[in-house]
């Protein structure tokens, strides 16, 4: 019985744990996720490595890692299946996403809100082929934290990747 009673505490830790981790990066930034710098994956190992034992507590046996895993896979397939289920859900967790410019001009208000320099938006425009803001028809900040962009040159051209090389498609 309190062998059971401790899976249960490691269980709950790592439900809690999992939730913060959630709230922490809705509160912090979205694009925090899809440009992953080495100053972010240094922050999310020291954050793993600050968490495990909140998890676990002192129990380091193999079934009380399997606990703890396995808690926090079912969780986050259960919020997955949220998201999908109940898209307002989905909006409040995840967020949505922003326009950042629209035919030429930036929306500086949108850039605020997402913490968005206008340096950090020219380079995703020049990833996507872009020379200039100007010449941006749509430039999004999507819910994963990546930028879209949309210009008239991009009409005519498209990027494929594919087994990790970039290959130019003309289309048709």
Do not use: C, W
């Amino acid at each position: 019985m309190e062998l059971l009673e401790g899976y249960a505490k490691i269980a709950l830790s790592s439900l809690a744990v999992y939730l913060f981790i959630i709230v922490a990066i809705r509160l912090f930034g979205k694009k925090e996720l899809a440009q992953l710098s080495i100053i972010d994956l240094v922050f999310i190992l020291l954050i793993s490595n600050a968490v495990q034992n909140a998890m676990v507590g002192s129990d380091s046996t193999l079934s009380g890692g399997l606990v703890a895993a396995s808690t926090l896979f079912i969780t986050n397939y259960l919020f997955k299946f949220l998201l999908y289920r109940f898209p307002k859900f989905g909006e409040m967790v995840q967020g949505t996403e922003m326009i950042l410019v629209y035919k030429g001009q930036l929306n500086k208000e949108n850039m605020t809100k997402s913490r968005i320099t206008i340096d950090e938006l020219s380079e995703a425009i020049r990833e996507h082929g872009v020379a200039e803001i100007r010449e941006v028809d749509l430039a999004v900040l999507e819910i994963d934290g990546n930028i879209s962009i949309i210009s008239d040159e991009y009409k005519h051209r498209t990027i494929r990747k594919r087994k990790g090389r970039n290959k130019v498609m003309k289309e048709q």
